[in-house]
């Protein structure tokens, strides 16, 4: 029940359409049937201008595409995302997107597909991903598509790893024009205390599971990261991408 | 706003008492304010025979003698138990008890005080706590002592670990009686597979952090109840006998 | 030697038919040899309405058809469940079970094969079995096989994850009905501390290895459930659907 | 040397006041001792409006106060923030506070002593802590404190554990007007995640040490707020209440 | 009941003083009521020489001190081991020890108290006891004492760590000598791997709580003991002297 | 350089035959070169009765076979162990023994192939392999084959899980009859504690990786053995079954 | 811009060139574009004697042989040196050093790809890399290769593990001639300690993922190595040959 | 025995002084009673320079006062080095020095004591201990005590984290002078990476237990370090600066 059918309820009391009990009954379970409530869950996902996001992974390309084809239909603005995604998802999502005349586009080294809608900015700055290695790339263009499909302008700069700090500081200039700076690093997950020392910006740190034997499949880089020396740092889970991207763009959009 | 208030608020409406814009302003956040809700939450409290719980530890002996008084003045028929407590906790809440012409009895070994109201039995069957050694007591008395709280009857074996069989196998009567078991153990915590495997009852099993090295704590024990071969086994945190007495409890009133 | 046969021992031997050596012979063995042991064993299995079970993984098609066909042959009454299995063995056991006049059932998300010689309902009340995502699912699956396997009466909700709490606030009826509850999560594993505080039934927590990064293979859901703050929730094994159907089992026939 | 003194320098060489090779001197370790460089760090400071902080553990009350008294001296406008501290701190702070005319203020659950030298609010809007429990407040209460001496707007609210669901219902109002929320919870670490799940803010999940046997000192928690469901969730590091009102105001000052 | 027992009943029932019935009665409960089985266990006590044990940790002296009574009494001619006692316990059962003519001997480093009653050697060979460094030595005086009131002989090398080759092959010859090997040491746990390549004896690997840092407890030297590329070791737990001791007389007594 | 030798040096050097310097450089060596230390090493191989093993894994068919054609050609009387080994190994192996007038044999369930050239039983007693499920039998067979190829008698009994009580209690003549047990369990790891409970013999725990979830590949299990209650108990690496038939074989040879 | 640069830029400002402005816009941003800074990477690069360094794992054949063909263009004098890779690789990678008149050589044990520009031998001693066991070997060889690589002679003595001392022993005479050694071990990873016990060069170590069960993927040797009770051991990642043999080479170079 | 002893006891033989009879009984223990192989290791102690170490912790003031009168009686050169120690120990030692006309100093930040019986500088360069925080300090010292008192030029910069990068590039000069570096740090660990980056030299890297939450003790540091991407680094224990100490002074003395 949203708020115009609870006022019409309401009103059909007052004028004598519903007896009281009637309208009780109707209201009783009001608490958590209520769409008032999943209306403030909507409007948040306006307000967030969060895409519509598939989870790929263990989905078939059929039932990928069918979900994607039913977010269509619903003809809203929002972009859609497909997260974990591999070429055959891809090839049975293009057709679903051609339909409607829109284009599918396959981010091949995060495995990301995203269908645009709306090309509108609505974040307020640039969300800025930074990468130590080149292992990383994948992870960080998970970020970077999320951030662009959530209606954010976003940039990448790869390999910039603290043991060639020249690298980094060359692009000193782009990090302190970020609104928020997503970090992605493996290993011994030092990048983002650097970088958040270099600048006044949120820096979401994203862990990833590049490395090898005490690398732990990210667990080193994620626990350097939750002990940055730097106060302006936060945490996603490793290798979550699509995670940074959302909140550098919940971030961007205040 | 509970049912009644709800009714009347209809009526009100269709007496013409209220405008339709005044009962929507007054219902627009019903989901969440609503006194269903809460009395739902109530009613859980009471149809389990929840005793009313103060967790000890980190508050001071002044504080929870505090909160026991308010307790005392609401009157209602619950026992009072408060768990973590030491001898100057108990020495702060026995007069605040005897005020109320109650009688707050301290339970050493456990450091469990617990204010009698009623003595209604309201499980159906009988808990039985079991532990492997002499040093799980305490926690096995914490559970004891909240499933009594709690309205069943409730009785303990003591030291009938798995090396020594024969002083577990003579128990087996008591086993078979009981309709709940809690079963106690540190160290290799096998105790709840092998008395799972001797009954038909529910075992709750109650990892404790007694013993050393590799014990980690608890965990050793808390790992191996999680992994018995026994399909009749739950498992609850380390050292929580409370938490394993409110499970009996939950279930004993089934 | 069951109750009957010791009986008859002793009034042989009372008769004279027997000299007090020879019974001596035979008695002392008993306390291990006993058939009433074994069957006091057997005797929870049938009051437990326990399902004869095999555990498919590392088994051959073959060699659980074999097992299988021994159950038939044992015409007990039980149903007969096969855990951890797929297609190929489903293809061997399905003509056993056609043999025996009965038909085989392919649970194919969960990989679990039923044999249903009873339809008997012997739980006392519903068994709802809840999950926070789709990828839950197999899981909570085979937590429904073995509970309705085992003569209960179950339902499932899934999908109800805790960051979009109007989902699980739908079906708040469903989960007032239920007498026993099995709250299958991974990721976070928040879900089972939400419902047991909307519930006054026992919930059976199952964490789930579903997720990446640092939920490591299910260790970070298992953890949080065993820390809830709820006081009605003991948690079985990582992936243990069929472990938290067994305990809802037993529980539901008190 | 800052810009203001490079160009000086430049236009001294211009006019012949100067050798090439004495500027030359002066310019050859300028990537480093450059004062432009310290000047963004400077500079930063200013526009996050970063509270000076001393983090007092391992520090004398007398360390303390010779550091807080060279801080005063320096007659900057920022406020000035002691973490970790005790009362014998608070005791040898407070004079230092008086003689420069202001007031120190110990707030004692969480061991902070705060000294305001500003009341400008900076941040664009609300900063919302949120708890689990009461033993998080002392944990809350520096992301707290934190984030009022850093120049922002911050309220609190206690104990709405997400077994109690209704409890935090209540104050949804405050969720939804908050621009950044601090989400702190010991045990399971749910809270975060349904918070989220309620709002569009960005949410910053501090875990807390508190709890016991396999909380394993907050890592519990942790880990599950890095699995949170909810994609606008970051995370901090256990007990790192001070972290999480940096990262919360430099969000708020955007 | 034991075998004597069991034999009177049975002719009691042949002579017609009792009936099949009462006899039934008294043998339905014999499998685990049984005193043969307790007899086995006894038996065990004696076979293998096991000293009366009593685990003193978490004993007030005045515990210790009764059970040590209780011993005495029982005028058996165990040896008793008193583990993990101090000074007081000592002082409160020295005075036991007197008034049965004995004398409590104290074991300072180890924190052991041993009262000898039987001085007779049943162990066939030498049990020898070696530490990597001076700070294992309490561990292995527990496992010394441990040996020698089980009645073996038993000698002790202390200090032989691998990084000092020559210090450990000086004692090769008493390598050799011994029948049965404990070997104890903290930090990496290398000794035992080094000195099992040197004797065909079997090695009871004991890894110590000694070191800091990443030892982790024990937890290093355990985990390389148990990864020994020697195949004549086996491990017992962290600090465990006690049961090296126990499990070398064990063996020795073969 | 054996004693023999060196006596003939020395001998040679008091004749004239050498000069002390020829013989001061055949010597300087010695601590390192001497043969008498290879002697301890190889007699320490004949008192044992150790056969002569090849760890299959990480090596070729063609590998392996052409090891065993030369231990073949070395006419020693040991038998011959291949561990972790394959059918295909077991292609390459067959006829290099066959061409030495011997039968490999294929134990297909442990991956393991023995050839046997003595079958003398140097082992005092029966060393008995216990299991507490079905899939703990190939690490139990390769315990069992290790211990025969040393020259043992051994048998095993498998299935006898502590949940089933009776099924181990069974066999507890058995179990009083070993010299030395194997004990061989995943999950829980309980079957050490209560084996060791019934018994005099030492218990060598053997923790087996299977099991699924917090089982940890056996982690679970080798901590519990660790911890066990029983002290006659010690304990080798996870699915380490030739480590533990080496081990019982050194004792039982004592 | 690198000193002289600097220079020529002040003079031309002093000599009216510039103005004052110009030179301050190119100098405001030297901290970071500074080539002095590249340059002091450069002279490091340089003084190693750095082979250049592709990691080859992730990497298509094709991409390697690309990096490989630009490295060959730009003349350097630098060894190339290709880690993790395979034979594939090596065919894409064999044709571009030939078209260089260079020959790559493909180190098959270890999957590195070497191509030789010069011979000349920088490091002042020998690095010796030694390993406990045969399986240890490929992590070996990567650190023998990468020290030759970057100019070293570097030699090799494999299977000299703890438990077969005399093994070791025999090669003390290499041991004590090399000026740097490289321990690789897995399991329990003893032996750095015994050799750095037997040598005064700095030893480091190098943890191998070799053994199975509680060896961890390598976590039990690195731990045991980072708590040696030798103080000439530093230690290096698991299975990290690469970093071995650099850091080797680095101090062999000083 | 050392060579000129073995040589005179062949002479003595050749003179027939000696039966062989004899000779050989002197010399069969020699493989590990040899004086050559004792020399070795004293040869090593004097190349190395090590100084004559007591580790402090567990020692009571007397027992180390008395190993260090030992020490001083030997008369030889070494400085005196004890560890952990506290301000009781070093009233306990000063008066020893002072009888032997040296001075003990006490390096209270790290519990270090030195009683210098040489000022010869013995290693070629500068060893550089570089710390992240101002609580790794003690850490820090103690590396630089050792460093000095085995007789090297040992210098310290503190607290330059990575995130306030301009803080450690004003000492670039200083880093590229040294010949080997200590890099000390906790939290995030992430110094080492960077300071590798901008020298030639070896880098030890030592973890420090600094830090709380997620820190875990040091371990998170430790990881981090391990994990490098610098390929300059190794890593001692963590906390080990005496290890990092004797390393840097192993390798300043090639």
């Known amino acids: 029940m949203n708020s115009e059918e609870l006022l019409k309820l309401l009103k059909s009391l007052e004028q004598g359409k519903l007896t009281p009990e009637t309208a009780f009954e109707r209201l009783k379970h009001l608490p958590f049937e209520d769409i008032g409530f999943a209306k403030v869950d909507h409007h ?48 049975a999502v293009k057709p679903a997107a051609r339909a409607a005349k829109l284009r599918a586009e396959f981010h091949e080294l995060s495995g990301t597909i995203s269908i645009e809608r709306s090309r509108k900015i609505q974040g307020k700055g640039l969300i800025l991903v930074v990468t130590a290695g080149t292992s990383d790339i994948p992870v960080a263009e998970e970020a970077l598509v999320t951030a662009r499909s959530m209606g954010n302008r976003a940039e990448a700069i790869y390999d910039v790893g603290v043991a060639g700090l020249h690298r980094l500081l060359e692009h000193r200039d782009k990090l302190a024009e970020a609104r928020v700076i997503v970090c992605v690093a493996g290993m011994e997950g030092a990048l983002p205390s650097v970088v958040a020392g270099l600048v006044s910006a949120p820096v979401i740190a994203v862990p990833t599971s590049t490395g090898y034997g005490s690398s732990f499949g990210g667990l080193t880089a994620l626990l350097a990261m939750l002990n940055s020396c730097a106060s302006n740092v936060s945490v996603v889970n490793i290798d979550n991408g699509f995670g940074a991207g959302c909140v550098a763009s919940v971030i961007n959009k205040l």
């Open 44 to 91: 948040r996902a306006i307000r967030q201008g969060y895409a519509e996001v598939v989870f790929g992974k263990g989905k078939t390309p059929t039932q990928v595409a069918e979900i994607v084809r039913a977010m269509l239909r619903a003809k809203a603005s929002h972009n859609i995302l497909i997260t974990r995604a591999n070429k055959k998802t891809f090839a």
